[in-house]
């Protein structure tokens, strides 16, 4: 009976040490590869949320929106708000059916904002066409305004009034929907009659007036109001 | 599977204490203690015999225990605790068999260790054997080492654990709190005084028993709560090429018209995940999920619909992306820091002690 004791203390004594022995033995592993690093390089690789990247984002239209969007003052670098024709013709570097096929995939995205002859004023039809694309972001970053002149009238003139467009559609967006920050995400470019002027083509798109006539003039007394979903 | 009842000292320790190391070293002593009974035959002290017996049902009692928190509680059973109710049920048995083994040998007649006062059984023809009694004092002394046998290898466990402190802020910041930000919904119970951040997907899994966690924990209502809703649902979120839980943009839009009620509809999504997914998966699609919506939150329909619900959900989404949060749910930040997602299960508790002590306070 005495070896009995004794066996049983010493099967306790190994039972006990072979348990503890694996206990400590996993935690210092685990806490080891808590501090190598381990476990964080076996963690898979998550998305990080961004904006929306469509297919029409092609090198050379993100070039151009690149170029815009830093000539232009959104990256907050610069205070100047807007592009001139002379900037645009810079930047963009590229002729004037060139630049407007880059705009071409945002057909079904954006809008045709057209203004009365010589004037900057939008109408009741422009202004919700503004606001229904606007309130229409998904996951954009960018909004764009690129307002044109028709030949009609000076260059000055044009480039004037062209200017003027942009600012009217940016002020009604400021005054409607009142949002921070707006600086930052819309782009005003604004072409005077000397560059990318639209075909009669164009009034196709999805323009403001639908039920008045369109002609080559008209459809480029207008604005040209889109969200861009590209990443940058 | 989480339970807050598997282990001790779980605001102390990341983690906590293991329940089942006290069932290690306690198993260990039952198994030395019995292999000495095996040994002994015969002859092992009545002492001896009734203590196993009747300390043999002490794992059992813990066992029916926890058993019964799985069941009511839990609704839910891990391998490893269906291991040790069948180890205990089993010691129980192998107690009341040398229980019953003992009682049957009659009164002790004499002492073994006197073989000159053995007696000869008549039918036999051999001496009768003696069983002692054994000393009084071994009792406590096997009560003690019981007790250090539950309790080594937890003291060891503890012993090697690494410092946690260390790991548990280095999850990422807020870099744009949304406290004052209109579009996002804000929920403060009475008392709440802990701000908080989180990003849940309504049909999401992992958020639904986050939820739950946090309920159990007994933090919920005590969160200065900004809540924002990410379904991972490609209906409205840009950033998937496809539904990872279908149906949830629409119920992230009732959650959004609901407003001082959010809480009341997105727990409602969490009690009825399975059916909303089961019904945005089947043929009908979002219909069906509409028609359930319709059922129980009927006056939420037409904001549903509303375009300014859809824009609220973008600018939501977009304030995700103004954060650069990974594209994943649930997310909590504590005031600006993050939860890792590793600390939102066993390690909550320690976790949300260290980050927010408040919340730790009755």
Not at chain 1, 16 to 41: P, Q
Not at chain 1, 50 to 78: Q, W
Not at chain 2, 210 to 215: A, Q
Not at chain 2, 257 to 264: L, Y
Request: hydrophobic share 45%; net charge neutral.
């Amino acid at each position: 009976m005495k070896y009995a004791g004794i066996m049983g203390i010493i099967a306790g004594c190994a039972f006990l040490g072979g348990s503890a022995f694996k206990v400590h033995a996993e935690v210092r592993a685990s806490a080891e590869r808590l501090k190598t690093g381990v476990v964080l390089a076996e963690k898979p690789a998550v998305a990080i949320a961004n904006h929306a990247e469509a297919s029409y984002c092609t090198p050379k239209f993100k070039e151009v929106l690149a170029r815009v969007i830093h000539a232009c003052g959104l990256d907050g670098g610069d205070s100047r708000r807007g592009c001139q024709p002379a900037d645009v013709k810079t930047l963009a570097s590229i002729n004037d059916d060139d630049f407007n096929n880059l705009f071409t995939p945002l057909k079904d995205r954006g809008g045709v904002v057209m203004f009365d002859d010589a004037s900057e004023k939008l109408d009741d039809d422009g202004k919700r066409m503004i606001e229904d694309l606007w309130l229409d972001r998904k996951g954009a970053r960018y909004f764009f305004i690129l307002a044109r002149a028709s030949k009609t009238g000076g260059a000055d003139f044009n480039r004037s009034l062209s200017h003027k467009r942009a600012n009217s559609a940016f002020f009604h967006i400021g005054d409607k929907f009142k949002e921070p920050d707006l600086d930052k995400q819309v782009g005003l470019l604004w072409l005077g009659n000397e560059f990318a002027q639209l075909g009669q083509d164009y009034c196709k798109w999805n323009v403001s007036r639908k039920n008045k006539p369109c002609t080559a003039e008209a459809i480029n007394r207008s604005a040209f109001v889109s969200w861009v979903d590209c990443q940058l | 599977m989480y339970s807050p009842y598997a282990a001790l000292f779980r605001d102390k320790y990341w983690g906590g204490v293991p329940i089942s190391l006290f069932a290690v070293g306690a198993f260990a002593f039952f198994a030395a203690f019995a292999l000495y009974l095996v040994v002994c035959g015969p002859l092992a002290p009545r002492r001896a015999t009734k203590f196993f017996g009747v300390v043999s049902f002490s794992p059992l009692l813990a066992s029916a225990l926890m058993f019964t928190i799985s069941a009511i509680e839990l609704g839910q059973f891990c391998k490893t605790c269906v291991g040790i109710y069948a180890a205990s049920v089993l010691l129980t048995i192998g107690g009341i068999g040398v229980l019953v083994e003992g009682n049957r040998k009659g009164p002790v007649v004499l002492s073994a260790d006197k073989p000159e006062d053995r007696d000869v059984h008549v039918a036999t023809g051999k001496p009768e054997v003696a069983i002692p009694q054994g000393a009084l004092w071994f009792v406590p002394i096997w009560l003690v080492a019981l007790g250090i046998f539950a309790i080594t290898p937890a003291l060891l466990y503890v012993s090697a654990l690494p410092n946690y402190s260390n790991y548990i802020s280095d999850c990422g910041k807020l870099q744009k709190p949304g406290v004052d930000n209109p579009v996002l919904l804000h929920v403060k119970p009475a008392g709440a005084t802990q701000p908080a951040t989180l990003f849940v997907d309504p049909l999401c899994p992992t958020c639904k028993a986050f939820h739950k966690r946090l309920e159990v924990e007994k933090v919920f209502d005590k969160l200065d709560m900004t809540l924002v809703l990410f379904p991972l649902d490609s209906e409205c979120n840009w950033m998937l090429d496809k539904p990872f839980h279908p149906g949830s943009c629409l119920v992230s839009k009732a959650i959004l018209c609901a407003d001082r009620r959010a809480m009341d509809v997105l727990e409602w999504a969490y009690d009825n995940q399975d059916k909303l997914l089961e019904g945005a998966k089947a043929a009908a699609g979002l219909v069906n999920v509409r028609a359930m919506l319709r059922e129980k939150w009927s006056h939420l329909d037409a904001c549903i619909d509303a375009k300014e619900t859809k824009v609220r959900l973008d600018k939501m989404m977009h304030y995700i992306v103004d954060n650069k949060l990974p594209v994943s749910t649930p997310q909590l930040f504590l005031g600006d820091t993050r939860l890792c997602d590793e600390d939102s299960d066993i390690g909550l508790a320690f976790t949300l002690r260290k980050l927010a002590p408040n919340l730790r306070q009755p």
